[in-house]
Antibody, heavy 121, light 105 residues
């Protein structure tokens, strides 16, 4: 079965960087795109960006364009998200999600368990 | 980039009621590639509907999606206690709508 297992909770100081990982299993890693979505406490879902697991090309939300880098390691079927210059309002649960679909109809079919990133001095 | 607006922000209903949730796009959604997700507090989102109207695997038939172009609707025909949650719409690899909270009246 498809599983996305994320790395553990992180506590960072303002100005630091964080890297969250998401290890995929149960399918051929390079077949589907993957996304990162975050959720601040009491807030809605915020789409951060997408990466092609096959080619490695990315699409970032404009809000994060200058601070985020998404990469993948096909040898270990692992997705990474690095967010730099952290601020207190980056405190959130970060989710990875795997896409699915065809013929122009795509959706996030599977989700990781979430990783809490706390930014505090 | 397609912006999605969901309404209402909060919907207060009772078990057994019918729920109608709306998602309006700033421009026509290509291929009607609009998905709905359910999120229970403390849990990851769960896919309910994709392609505007196709139920995901294991989703009960009381959930249905409809619409095309810029206007989409999620309908829950008879609310069960476990349906009280937050619902989001999204066009793939784009921002989510702000969500509709479905609460018990």
């Amino acid at each position: 079965q498809v599983q996305l297992v994320q790395s553990g909770a992180e506590v960072k100081k303002p100005g630091a960087s964080v890297r969250v990982s998401c290890k995929a299993s149960g399918y051929t890693f390079t077949t589907y795109g993957l996304s990162w979505v975050r959720q601040a406490p009491g807030q809605g879902l915020e789409w951060m960006g997408w990466i092609s697991a096959y080619y490695g090309d990315t699409k970032y939300a404009q809000k994060f364009q200058d601070r985020v880098t998404m990469t993948r390691d096909t040898s270990t079927s692992t997705l990474y998200m690095e967010l730099r210059s952290l601020r207190s309002d980056d405190t959130a649960v970060y989710y990875c999600a795997r896409g699915a679909g065809s013929a122009g109809v795509y959706y996030e079919a599977y989700w990781g368990q979430g990783t809490l990133v706390t930014v505090s001095s | 980039e397609i912006a999605l607006t969901q309404s209402p922000g909060t919907l207060s209903l009772s078990p057994g009621d019918r729920a109608t949730l709306s998602c309006r796009a700033s421009q026509s959604v290509p291929s009607n590639s609009l998905a709905w997700y359910q999120q229970i507090p403390g849990q990851a989102p769960r896919l309910l509907i994709y392609g505007a109207s196709t139920r995901a695997t294991g989703i009960p038939d009381r959930f249905s999606g409809s619409g095309s172009g810029t206007d989409f609707t999620l309908t829950i025909s008879r609310l069960e206690p476990e349906d009280f949650a937050v619902y989001y719409c999204q066009h793939y690899s784009s921002p989510f709508g702000q969500g509709t909270r479905l609460e018990i009246k």
